[in-house]
């Protein structure tokens, strides 16, 4: 699986390959059908909402609102026939004269990963980008909010690597992508994790897959997610300043790598909940 994405990407630099030998590729490789192309159709019964028909198929409703602007109010009607993605991201329309990878880098995702969400389809007119959330006001473009001016700076001290970013990646031996909602920054063990704004704490303690876990609600809607932390130097309803110390690295929890890392989440409120936004955008103000 692993080979199989870089193949992916390195396909998307040669445009050379007749068509039907690059579709044979793309069959070999075991590239599956275009998101777009499998579409459920879900008909609105009396008492289903949004937000419970998002539910049923592990989604969003700002997922479905896009595809169906018949709803965009935030309201379906019973005999309403919507269109279902097999995961949550946004239909595009590919702007004349721009590529995938072009696409992949203005919505900050992978581009092998978007090759073949989209059935490794050569040059689509229409494809669809996972892990972006569909707003009212973003026409097609993505949204990135991370312009704040309540949250700068590293949760970290130095500058340590990155050693897995934002958005949707193939872990090894998967044949899905899975969305990783936030980065995970490498760390020694002990290593002091900082607040990166002014907050009061939301929740301290132990929560399954994210370990030990800090959580502060911040100024403008914005909150931030310190987890798998070794340990907690924080309470419920403590009011803090940026650059305080909340805890410390460890490998509590289900971290993605074996390597110790804080994993780091940066979050903004909305009528959908607490949606998920690039940590880079603010770290590297």
């Not at 479905?64 to 935030?74: D, E, F, K, Y």
């Not at 992949?104 to 992978?110: F, I, K, T």
């Not at 389809?121 to 909010?145: A, D, H, I, Y």
């Not at 929560?207 to 100024?219: D, E, F």
Request: with cysteine.
């Amino acid at each position: 699986m692993q080979y199989r994405g870089l193949l992916l990407a390195g396909i998307l630099s040669l445009t050379t390959i007749p068509v039907a030998q690059l579709q044979g590729l793309a069959q070999e490789l075991g590239c599956p059908a275009p998101a777009l192309s499998r579409l459920k159709r879900h008909t609105v019964r009396s008492g289903e909402t949004l937000e419970s028909i998002a539910s049923r198929y592990s989604l969003i409703p700002a997922t479905i609102m896009g595809l169906n602007p018949t709803v965009r109010s935030g309201k379906a009607a019973p005999g309403q026939t919507l269109l279902i993605p097999p995961y949550n991201g946004i239909r595009v329309e590919v702007p004349a004269g721009q590529s995938l990878k072009d696409l992949a880098a203005r919505y900050r995702v992978r581009p092998d990963v978007l090759y073949e969400v989209n059935g490794c389809q050569r040059s689509p007119k229409v494809v669809f980008v996972p892990g972006v959330n569909w707003s009212p006001n973003e026409g097609s473009q993505p949204t990135l909010t991370g312009v704040s001016s309540v949250l700068s700076g590293s949760p970290l001290k130095g500058n340590a690597a990155i050693s897995l970013g934002f958005g949707w990646y193939l872990p090894n031996g998967a044949t899905k992508p899975v969305f990783h909602s936030g980065i995970d920054i490498s760390a020694n063990l002990g290593t002091p994790v900082q607040a990166i704004g002014d907050g009061t704490v939301a929740f301290a303690g132990n929560q399954g897959a994210y370990g030990n876990l800090v959580v502060i609600n911040h100024q403008q809607g914005y909150q931030t997610r310190y987890a798998q932390l070794g340990r907690i130097d924080v309470k419920v309803g403590q009011k803090i300043k940026r650059g305080a110390i909340v805890g410390t690295v460890g490998q509590s929890g289900a971290p993605t790598t074996p390597q110790p890392h804080l994993h780091f989440e940066v979050r903004s409120n909305s009528k959908l909940g607490w949606v998920a936004e690039d940590p880079i955008a603010f770290i590297r103000r």
